[in-house]
């Protein structure tokens, strides 16, 4: 079966004894890109040395609702500088947060619209990260009607997937789907979106998927999501998978 994960961060240091081996197998063994997100400069940099290394590496820069509070001039300077380049397929993961609120929400509200208006401007995609904000998310979703992107990870609840699925966005889910007691009205809301609207991703080292759980996670895994979304689905795994994948090829049609 030939696969995508459309979100990782093989950049951090988890991965610093095998991350060569881990992409090696990934590649080899039917993965056909991945996207790879930095969420600061170090991260970045780091993207651009694997992209020069592996092909069909596509990746991402972006400030976190986390880290919200320190994109200034500078940061949004590097963005713009890194766009400029081409050295981006994607603008993200941006979005909020407010069950952890690591930056003020004040900030996490600027610092998201910043990004949507360089996005906006740039013609990249975004990658949204919200948490227990669905509310605010949708109002600037809709403050950006030409931006197009990925609801990633989704956990949220059903209103925000309609709106982002209205706007034309794509919706992406994680290892989350196989967590037996923890997320039946995720699994509900992956059977409502449209095929051709499904991305799969790992959002590893984090959320490895069952049998898995508590483990670090890789790009490898993304396998065990499809396979479930393709049980709920009631689709051969391969099929939902090769669907999946024209998605993610079709969001990303300007980067070959």
Request: include cysteine.
């Amino acid at each position: 079966m030939d696969y995508i994960d459309s979100h990782c961060h093989i950049v951090m240091d988890r991965f610093d004894e095998d991350r060569n081996e881990i992409l090696a197998d990934y590649f080899r063994s039917g993965g056909k890109a991945m996207l790879s997100v930095a969420t600061g400069r170090e991260d970045h940099e780091f993207n651009l040395t694997l992209s020069l290394k592996w092909d069909n590496f596509y990746t991402s820069l972006g400030w976190h609702p986390h880290d919200a509070k320190d994109f200034g001039k500078n940061e949004e300077a590097f963005l713009l500088s890194a766009i400029e380049k081409r050295e981006i397929q994607a603008v993200g993961e941006i979005g909020l947060d407010y069950h952890y609120n690591h930056s003020e929400r004040a900030e996490q509200l600027r610092t998201f619209d910043r990004q949507m208006v360089i996005a906006d401007k740039s013609g990249l995609p975004v990658i949204i990260h919200t948490r227990e904000a669905d509310r605010d998310t949708m109002d600037i979703l809709r403050r950006y009607r030409k931006v197009r992107g990925i609801l990633h990870c989704y956990t949220s609840g059903r209103e925000l997937m309609e709106a982002g699925l209205e706007l034309d966005y794509f919706v992406s889910f994680s290892g989350i789907i196989t967590f037996q007691k923890s997320a039946p009205e995720i699994r509900e809301l992956l059977k409502a979106v449209p095929l051709d609207r499904l991305l799969f991703e790992t959002d590893s080292p984090y959320l490895a998927p069952a049998p898995f759980r508590g483990k670090r996670n890789d790009p490898r895994k993304v396998v065990y999501v499809i396979e479930k979304a393709a049980e709920l689905k009631g689709l051969e795994p391969e099929k939902l998978s090769a669907q999946a994948n024209q998605n993610f090829y079709q969001l990303f049609s300007a980067f070959p």
